[in-house]
């Protein structure tokens, strides 16, 4: 197996980028890009810590969810989750964000990138209420901000019904007793607790 050393090697197997492709990179978020956010139900969160080492977060809500001050500045809401925050103590340490915003039916998506702080505001915690107020706000000062193309959901057939594979629900009961040693009566009984929470608790 051959490893791809450097840029040169990369754009040799790949090519370079068409002129087309590079105008459609902006450095705040055009018209069109606010008309997705407010249309958007769900993103991707991506940071990477001190040490170089990224994480990316699934954050969904009500459509719009995401609050746009203006063209370069978003405003996302805490809910109550499970309080790792490993995404929040990443920006702490070095104020990198990338999101990946998607819509339900729609197979491009707007990639935006910026710097990020966590923020305080009564006002608008209260105003982004849709499941109560928000417990603090991400701020994002937007830096990049482009549409990408839909081949990756054409190719995965993400938004077609006929392709998708018989629901399913991941085990929280099993990957923890599993790291504990804990048996089938824990699992049922976590997994149940989860359940519950997705009821009761969002």
């Not at 990198?96 to 990020?116: D, M, N, Q, W, Y």
């Amino acid at each position: 197996m051959e490893t791809i050393q450097d840029l040169q090697q990369l754009r040799s197997i790949v090519g370079e980028p068409s002129e087309m492709t590079q105008n459609k990179m902006y450095d705040h978020l055009n018209e069109q890009a606010t008309d997705f956010i407010t249309r958007s139900p769900f993103l991707v969160l991506s940071t990477v810590d001190a040490d170089g080492m990224p994480t990316s977060s699934p954050k969904g809500d009500i459509p719009g969810f995401v609050y746009q001050e203006d063209a370069h500045t978003l405003y996302m809401p805490e809910r109550r989750g499970n309080k790792l925050v490993v995404s929040y103590q990443n920006i702490l340490a070095t104020q990198k964000v990338g999101l990946i915003f998607l819509l339900p039916r729609c197979s491009e998506t707007l990639r935006v990138s910026g710097r990020a702080e966590l923020v305080m505001d009564e006002e608008l915690c209260q105003k982004l209420d849709s499941r109560g107020p928000a417990i603090l706000l991400l701020k994002v000062t937007v830096t990049e901000a482009y549409f990408h193309c839909g081949k990756a959901f054409i190719r995965s057939n993400l938004w077609s019904p006929e392709h998708w594979p018989e629901e399913s629900r991941v085990s929280f009961g099993r990957e923890i007793g599993n790291q504990i040693g804990k048996g089938s009566d824990f699992v049922e009984d976590l997994d149940a607790q989860v359940l519950e929470r997705y009821k009761d608790s969002l």
